[in-house]
C-alpha cells in the first residue's frame, strides 16, 4: 500500500509513509514529526489492516479528528481530512488490491 499525507496548511507539502503502522506526533522518534504545539507527543497512529487504512488516537490532549468529527479510531479513504492539533492532513493511497480499469 502506498501511502501520502498532504500537508495542506504549508504549501501542500506531500509526506510518504514509507511503513505501517506509522507514529504520528511531536516526538523525535514519531515517523511523521508534527511541529504543532497542540499536538501531542504520541498523538496518533496510522496502520493498515486487510487493505484499509485505520487512525488511532493515543489519547492525545486535543483529540484527533477526521473530516471534521473527533475519531478515536476510524478508517481513512483517500481524500479524508486528518486533523492533528492544528494541522490537517489530506489522506492519499493506493492499494495493491485494485484492479486495473
Do not use: W
Not at 65 to 90: H, M, Q, W, Y
Amino acid at each position: 500500500m502506498k501511502v501520502r499525507l498532504c500537508d495542506i496548511q504549508y504549501g501542500e507539502r506531500e509526506i510518504p509513509l514509507e511503513k505501517l503502522p506509522a507514529l504520528v506526533g511531536r516526538g523525535l522518534d514519531a515517523e511523521i514529526r508534527v511541529l504543532d504545539r497542540f499536538a501531542s507527543r504520541h498523538h496518533c497512529e496510522i496502520s493498515e489492516r486487510g487493505g484499509a487504512l485505520y487512525v488511532r488516537d493515543l489519547e492525545s490532549m486535543n483529540g484527533s479528528f477526521v473530516n471534521g468529527c473527533f475519531a478515536k479510531e476510524s478508517s481513512l479513504r483517500p481524500g479524508d481530512t486528518l486533523s492533528i492539533g492544528a494541522t490537517t492532513f489530506v489522506v492519499s493511497y493506493e492499494t495493491s488490491n485494485d484492479c486495473p480499469k
